[in-house]
């Protein structure tokens, strides 16, 4: 199989409502984006952030991240999609559609 195939590489996708009424539960909420942006995720929306993983093992190393860094109260999805299924995603800004791009690539070394 190819290794840089379209169904091989990852995006891992990470979602939360967290609470924010108090000052530690804001504590909490910047605590955990900012394991995220450490971690190499982008922000694609105030409470989404992704990264781009070149395999599942990959993915779920950084899967594992985020599990450890879990806030003590609030709600966390994580997702992962292929390369492929993340193309075929469709944006649109005030209705107009937008092009995918492919926000926080990332170089792999050897």
């Given at each position: 199989m190819d290794r840089f195939s379209e169904y091989r590489i990852m995006w891992v996708l990470v979602f939360f409502d967290l609470p924010t009424d108090t000052k530690k539960?804001?504590?909490a909420a910047a605590e955990f984006r900012k394991?995220?942006?450490n971690d190499g995720f982008t922000m694609f929306q105030f409470s989404i952030y992704l990264r781009h993983c070149a395999s599942m093992?990959?993915?779920?190393?950084?899967?594992?991240r985020v599990k450890m860094s879990l806030p003590e109260y609030g709600e966390v999805g994580i997702m992962?999609?292929?390369d492929?299924?993340?193309g075929s995603m469709e944006i649109f800004h005030?209705?107009?559609?937008?092009?995918?791009s492919t926000p926080g690539q990332?170089?792999?070394?050897f």
């Open positions: 539960e804001r504590k394991k995220l942006l093992e990959n993915a779920d190393v950084h899967i594992k992962c999609v292929t492929k299924q993340f005030n209705k107009k559609a937008e092009e995918t990332q170089l792999e070394l």
